[in-house]
């Protein structure tokens, strides 16, 4: 069974920085893509970020024109675990954050996307 687990959420003021983590545990073969996502009250689930592990074990990055700039996402593979380094944050960063990965629990299955609980930001004064 796999989960992931999120953590980092909380309230900061405007320009603040808050860093996000999420691990994946549980038995699996291999981890393809990471990502963050979030939804605001009343919208939907939109894409933040995602970093993808190239065939020459490099990282390629992807983020969204909101947090260009401001968000860094990260991960460690050895540990399982996708970052968001959220600076300079914004009361629109106002959200429940998840974090996705696309997992291939066996060497003979298909990768598919497992999610993390959301875990909430509040951006205020």
């Known amino acids: 069974q796999v989960q992931l687990v999120e953590s980092g959420g909380g309230l900061v003021q405007p320009g603040g920085s808050l860093r996000l983590s999420c691990a994946a545990s549980?038995?699996?073969?291999?981890?393809?893509?990471m990502g963050w996502y979030r939804q605001a009250p009343g919208k939907e689930r939109d894409l933040v970020a995602t970093?993808?592990?190239?065939?020459?074990?490099?990282?390629?990055?992807n983020y969204a024109d909101s947090v260009k700039g401001r968000f860094v996402i990260s991960r460690d593979n050895a540990k399982n675990t996708v970052y968001l380094q959220m600076n300079s944050l914004e009361p629109e960063d106002t959200a429940v954050y998840y974090c996705?990965?696309?997992?291939?629990?066996?060497?003979?299955?298909?990768?598919?996307?497992?999610w993390g609980q959301g875990t909430q930001v509040t951006v205020s004064s």
């Open positions: 970093i993808y592990r190239t065939i020459y074990s490099t990282s390629r990055t």
């Open positions: 549980g038995s699996f073969f291999k981890i393809a893509a």
């Open positions: 996705n990965m696309q997992i291939q629990t066996t060497v003979i299955n298909s990768f598919r996307d497992y």
